[in-house]
């Protein structure tokens, strides 16, 4: 299996005469090769968080991915889909417009995790018919989170933790000699936060749940309660403590999902994992923040191009000038 470091070797042996590795060359080389190997229409997304300082906005999953996802699947017209996914998550509102547009165009889609498809990430696997992960690859809660303004910046916080604390609240504000440490604390919370809060998790648990029950689980005779299970539990901030949680497939399975090992096609694990590389040399070494791409090398690639400072130029009068 080419590991990180062969992959690393391949893309320098690949640099022209004094120039750069052909970073694109390699990615779309082992797509192609995947996408032989499967006869499956092959699509990578993947966000280059890990590896570069970008803003949020630019690796999280947005309304923009529809416009990539429009333009990597134009063209192709089997009905069968692997989805190459790697991402931090992001809107669950972007990916319920992603799993609509997707799902119109393919039936059935495999979902292939070469690391990490978290939050909305993992809403979106939730949506696949199979998902294929290996010892590495995990996916996350999707417990939601709010940006809530507060005298220290803006916090991202999760939902279920906010409506937990004014529960908390509500029992100790009952003694007046408490009352003083929660008023600052309840102060920073709008009047609808409670509310936007509610909303958020009925929100992910809905699109989990449906989406399960319309595909992963439609052949089973209790694909609704299973469907409704599987979603309480991707929510369930107390359960996790963090919404950063590494669930691997062994947990996963035992909730029920229909996840594979991506270990048992030999050749598959090891075309996914050169793409993956592959991929993450570009965002170390480019300014690419977010690849989706096809097999045919057809691409959308948002960038971050950090801008240079500004130097000042100081002008003076020197010897001879005065």
């Not at 590495?136 to 916080?157: K, M």
């Not at 999760?158 to 440490?181: G, I, M, R, S, Y």
């Not at 005779?221 to 901030?237: C, I, N």
């Given at each position: ?53 970008a803003p949020p906005a630019l690796t999280s999953i947005s ?23 790697h991402s931090p998550g992001g809107s669950p509102e972007a ?80 003694d007046p000699a408490k009352l003083a440490a929660w008023l ?139």
């Amino acid at each position: 299996m080419p590991i990180w470091s062969e992959i690393l070797r391949e893309l320098g042996q690949s640099a022209g005469e004094g120039g750069p590795p052909n970073f694109d060359g390699v990615r779309r080389r082992y797509l192609a090769k995947l996408h032989e190997h499967t006869g499956r229409n092959t699509v990578l997304y993947a966000s280059g968080w890990l590896q570069t300082d970008a803003p949020p906005a630019l690796t999280s999953i947005s309304d923009e991915d529809i416009h990539a996802l429009m333009e990597v699947t134009s063209g192709l017209h089997d009905s069968n889909l692997d989805l190459i996914l790697h991402s931090p998550g992001g809107s669950p509102e972007a990916a319920e417009g992603i799993v609509s547009y997707l799902r119109s165009r393919f039936e059935h889609v495999r979902v292939i995790v070469p690391q990490l498809a978290m939050s909305a990430a993992t809403m979106i696997s939730c949506a696949a018919n199979e998902i294929m992960m290996g010892k590495h690859s995990f996916l996350g809660p999707i417990d939601p989170r709010l940006l809530v303004s507060t005298p220290l910046g803006a916090r991202s916080v999760p939902a279920q933790a906010v409506l937990d604390q004014f529960d908390k609240a509500t029992n100790e504000c009952a003694d007046p000699a408490k009352l003083a440490a929660w008023l600052p604390m309840l102060g920073q919370y709008g009047p609808d936060l409670l509310v936007q809060c509610e909303s958020a998790l009925s929100l992910s648990r809905e699109l989990v749940s449906t989406w399960l029950e319309a595909y992963m689980f439609r052949e089973l005779a209790d694909g609704v309660e299973r469907a409704r299970a599987v979603s309480a539990w991707l929510s369930d901030h107390a359960t996790f403590k963090s919404h950063s949680r590494h669930l691997p497939r062994s947990v996963l399975r035992e909730h029920g999902l229909a996840v594979s090992n991506l270990e048992d096609d030999e050749l598959l694990q090891d075309l996914s994992l050169s793409v993956f590389h592959a991929t993450a040399h570009t965002f170390a070494a480019t300014p690419a923040v977010k690849i989706v791409e096809n097999h045919t090398g057809r691409a959308f690639i948002k960038q971050h191009v950090v801008p240079v400072p500004t130097q000042t130029l100081q002008v003076g009068l020197g010897p001879g000038n005065a």
